[in-house]
Every structure is written in structure tokens, then in C-alpha cells.
């Protein structure tokens, strides 16, 4: 079983930064992609950024320039530095591992975290 535990969300204002971390526990072999997404309230699930484990990024349109994903392999963990925050950045961020391989000849599997708010206001 994999576990994706998520933390460094928060309450911060317009301008500000946050961090942040998702961490994958279990048997792993390996994960191809792990991510962020959110969701704000009565709006459907969005990419925020992915990144593979080669190290390539993609980002949704409206945080180029502000976010940066970044991935330390080794530990299974993919963070996300969040500046320049804007009041709607506000949602519940959920982490993503794509393709996460108990076994080297394990099918890949999706999975999910819980979730961490991340509130922008005055």
C-alpha cells in the first residue's frame, strides 16, 4: 500500500509564500510523475504542476512564473514553492504519483493525498 502524506498548507496573504511537501510512503519501486492539483470550492479538480522523475515541469497557465515543483527522488518526495500568492490561489491542494510501481514488474497505479488548504486573503 502507498501513502502520499501532504503538508505546508496554510493561511497566508496576497503576495505571500508558502511551501508545499508530499511525501510517498510504502513499497515503492519507483513513481513516474508525481503532482499537485486543487480544487476550490464548487469548481472542478485543476492541474497546478507536475514533474516526472527526469525532472520534466509542467505548469497550468495561471501559476507560470509564480510556483515552482521540485522532486527529490531518493525520497519520494515532490514539493511545491508557492510565491506572489493571489486570493485566487485559494483551494484545497491534493498531491498525485502517476505510474507508482510496487515492483519492477508491478502495473502502475494512481494515487492520491488528502489534501491541504491553502487560504490567500487579507
Known amino acids: 500500500q502507498v501513502q502520499l502524506v501532504e503538508s505546508g498548507g496554510g493561511l497566508v496573504q496576497p503576495g505571500g509564500s508558502l511551501r508545499l511537501s508530499c511525501a510517498a510512503s510504502g513499497s515503492i519501486f519507483s513513481i513516474y510523475a508525481m503532482g499537485w492539483y486543487r480544487q476550490a470550492p464548487g469548481e472542478q479538480r485543476e492541474l497546478v504542476a507536475t514533474?516526472?522523475?527526469?525532472?520534466?515541469?509542467n505548469y497550468s497557465d495561471s501559476v507560470k512564473g509564480r510556483f515552482t515543483i521540485s522532486r527529490d527522488n531518493a525520497k519520494n518526495t515532490v514539493y511545491l514553492q508557492m510565491n506572489s500568492l493571489k486570493p485566487e490561489d485559494t483551494a484545497v491542494y491534493y498531491c498525485?504519483?502517476?505510474?507508482?510501481?510496487?515492483?519492477?514488474?508491478?502495473?502502475?497505479?494512481?494515487?492520491w493525498g488528502q489534501g491541504t488548504q491553502v487560504t490567500v486573503r487579507s
Open positions: 498525485n504519483a502517476d505510474r507508482v510501481r510496487t515492483t519492477m514488474w508491478a502495473k502502475g497505479s494512481v494515487y
Open positions: 514533474i516526472t522523475s527526469g525532472g520534466s515541469t
